[in-house]
């Protein structure tokens, strides 16, 4: 797929303020490692993951969708009756029914026409919202349009260490999948797209492809459908060592298509972001895309695995800490469980403008960096990392 007139006009995103470090996970799994004798730092030094945020109980994640949409239309400061669709695509959502799509175009006052409603595709779904959008766009069919999700991840983890601790049968290698379950952290993010006649960016999304590898999706899955909310008690199943060598496989089968479909190189790629798995899926990603993982913009170290939010939340914290240059090729490489794969390309030139200067999405209050963190004063830089 390639487009002529869809831009990437801005990307707004929120945050939790409750950081939940690994090491606190562990003491709360105290029960099981003393069970099974396993050594303090583990599930750190496996994952990854230093820490990851959560959302006050009982959140709709419909709440902080429209916080982060507010930010990418603030940012962008375009007319919000040119928005003609609102896409809401996480996986979770406010309730099985209406869309939660519903609640967050009321709340944003977009015009009475816009098309509004849910997708969902496990780590994927805002990226295919950005496909279906753009499509819109490029058919002409309307001027801009906004994908918007929120992750939270309180219930699965929480879930999850209850039944570890509660279930005495269980083995060291029972274990193993859960461990993902772990990992994953809460945030949101909104991205808005428009037809390239009123960017004010140039930004251009250029194009990609995707690719649905779907003899391997009993590698990762939940129990039944489930809305969101604390009445929510899910539980994943991951075998997460095939998962990552198939999910890699076919991401090196996808990025070869990708780049015939763009028309570039591997050289041609100045910047990317990825799906944030950890740091082991990480390398050897990159390895097998035979490009610079230093091209990366890294957030799992201290975010987690915040799913379908995960990759644009990275490239909104990018472009906050000027992370993309005025020319920058920059690839967006999708791997969601299924397997799916989604990877998309922008020719990146600045951030949106307010005011004579450029602007961050949403910059980060001392409270929502997390007073309790091991964070800096401010994310880091990819090379800190």
Known sequence: MLFQRVCLESIGYTLPEEVVTTAELERRLAPLYRRLRLPEGRLELITGVRERRFWPSGMPPGDKSVESGQQAIGVAGIDRLQIGALIHASVCRDHLEPATACRVHHRLDLRP???????????LGLLNGMVQVACLIELGQISAGLVVGTESSRSLVETTIEQLNRDTSLTRQDIKSAVASLTIGSGSCAILLT?????????????????????????????????????????????????????????????ARFLQELGWTRQDVNKAFSHQV??????LLFDALQIDSGLDYPTVEYLGNTGSVALPLSMALGVEQGWLNRGDQVA??????????????????????????????????????????????????????
């Not at 026409?113 to 780590?123: H, L």
């Not at 129990?223 to 999910?247: I, N, V």
């Not at 950890?278 to 390398?283: F, L």
């Not at 949403?362 to 830089?381: E, T, V």
């Open 113 to 123: 026409d816009c098309q509004v409603y849910d997708i969902s595709n496990a780590c």
């Open 195 to 255: 037809d390239r006649e009123i960017s004010s960016t140039g930004n251009r999304l250029l194009g990609g492809v995707a690719a649905a590898n779907t003899k391997f999706h009993r590698l990762c899955h939940s129990g039944r459908d489930e809305a969101g909310g604390d009445a929510m008690r899910p539980l994943m199943q991951t075998d997460s060592e095939q998962l990552m060598a198939e999910g890699i496989a076919t991401g090196a089968e996808t990025f």
């Open 278 to 283: 950890g740091p082991t899926h990480r390398r």
């Open 332 to 385: 967006l490489l999708g791997i969601g469980s299924g397997i799916n794969c989604l990877m998309l390309a922008v020719d990146w030139q600045r951030a949106p403008v307010e005011g004579g200067k450029v602007a961050s999405p949403h910059p980060l209050s001392a409270s929502q960096r997390g007073q309790s963190s091991s964070l800096p004063a401010a994310f880091p830089s990819p090379n800190s990392q």
